[in-house]
């Protein structure tokens, strides 16, 4: 299995990684709106584990392909599948084209987030009506079938920023 953070140097490698993930999202085609549940992580991950002929290790091992989409799906517990689908989508896109590493690298999110702290501190309760407009508008994307990545992506940014203030500049989710 690739683990999650290697950068793919063959084509038919990069192939082999988006077939595996292919795979793991065909799972959540059939019911996108079932919730993701200690049942349903352990049969996923024992048919990822089946399909890709993976041990019990790597499913424990989060640098692991496998391991990762354990860890993805534990942390989104109560989430629907087509909502984890997006959050998977995001991802694969930012680790495909190297944004995530780099991301991680910059700290990119958190600097931005730091920078909502600030103008939440200059302007008392800017954050909360930019994260009730960002979740707006993330919903009328989605319902429309629009792109979600940029909304998602400042969703979290604004969360991150929550966060870091503390209680009472929740989304309410």
Same mark, same amino acid.
């Given at each position: /299995?690739?683990?999650?953070?290697?950068? /793919?140097?063959?084509?038919?490698?990069?192939?082999?990684?988006?077939?595996?993930?292919?795979?793991?999202?065909?799972?959540?085609?059939?019911?996108?709106?079932?919730?993701?549940?200690?049942?349903?992580?352990?049969? *996923?991950? &024992?048919?990822?584990?089946?399909?890709?002929?993976?041990?019990?290790? +790597?499913?424990?091992?989060?640098?692991?392909?496998?391991?990762?989409?354990?860890?993805?799906?534990? &942390?989104?517990?109560?989430?629907?599948?087509? +909502?984890?689908?997006?959050? !998977?989508?995001?991802?694969?896109?930012? #680790?495909?084209?190297?944004?995530?590493?780099? !991301?991680?690298?910059?700290?990119?999110?958190?600097?931005?987030?730091?920078?909502?702290?600030?103008? +939440?501190? *200059?302007?008392?309760?800017?954050?909360?009506?930019?994260?009730?407009?960002?979740?707006?508008?993330?919903?009328?994307?989605?319902?429309?079938?629009?792109?979600?990545?940029?909304?998602? +992506?400042?969703?979290?940014?604004?969360?991150?920023?929550?966060?870091?203030?503390? &209680?009472? #500049?929740?989304?309410? #989710?």
């Amino acid at each position: /299995c690739v683990p999650v953070s290697q950068f /793919c140097p063959t084509k038919a490698e990069a192939r082999r990684s988006a077939a595996k993930i292919a795979l793991m999202n065909s799972v959540f085609n059939e019911h996108p709106s079932r919730r993701i549940t200690d049942d349903f992580i352990e049969k *996923s991950v &024992s048919e990822a584990l089946a399909s890709f002929n993976g041990n019990r290790e +790597e499913a424990d091992n989060p640098n692991t392909g496998i391991g990762a989409f354990r860890f993805m799906l534990e &942390s989104n517990k109560g989430k629907s599948m087509l +909502e984890f689908q997006e959050l !998977m989508t995001v991802f694969q896109l930012l #680790h495909w084209n190297g944004s995530l590493k780099a !991301m991680r690298e910059r700290q990119c999110s958190r600097q931005m987030a730091l920078d909502w702290v600030n103008r +939440e501190q *200059s302007v008392p309760g800017a954050l909360s009506r930019e994260l009730a407009a960002t979740e707006r508008e993330l919903d009328e994307a989605r319902l429309a079938g629009k792109e979600l990545r940029f909304h998602k +992506e400042k969703k979290d940014i604004l969360l991150l920023a929550a966060g870091q203030l503390g &209680s009472g #500049h929740g989304s309410g #989710h």
